[in-house]
């Protein structure tokens, strides 16, 4: 089970750091992704981050977001600055296994830019 922490409420213009706690597998065997979902839309994936560290990121958040992760406290991060109300949205914490490619998703966590 994935476990996200860290959203809630911010300014424009602020920052936030999204956190997904993944003790119950095997991590470094994952890619570790970030998605994210409005009212009425698809899910969007917003950050990647594999194995070998490799990243990679939606335009939409290119500058702004960063996706990282810790393999020995086996947990997945985002940190978002420049925050714009358009990144509102509904977070969620992904992982895919290289091997296999089983997916396993996070409850979710909301994040609110306020302009």
């Known amino acids: 089970q994935l476990v996200e922490s860290g959203g809630g409420r911010v300014q424009s213009g602020g920052s936030m750091t999204l956190s997904c706690d993944a003790s119950?597998?095997?991590?470094?065997?994952?890619?570790g992704n970030w998605y994210r979902q409005t009212p009425g839309h698809e899910r969007e994936k917003v950050a990647t981050?594999?194995?070998?560290?490799?990243?990679d990121y939606a335009d939409s958040v290119k500058g702004r977001f960063t996706i990282s992760r810790d393999n020995a406290k086996k947990t997945l991060y985002l940190q978002m600055s420049s925050l714009k109300p358009e990144d509102t949205a509904v977070y969620y914490c992904?992982?895919?296994?290289?091997?296999?490619?089983?997916?396993?998703w996070g409850q979710g966590t909301q994040v609110v830019v306020s302009s």
């Open positions: 119950g597998f095997r991590f470094p065997d994952y890619t």
């Open positions: 981050i594999t194995s070998q560290q490799n990243t």
């Open positions: 992904n992982l895919e296994s290289e091997y296999t490619h089983y997916q396993t």
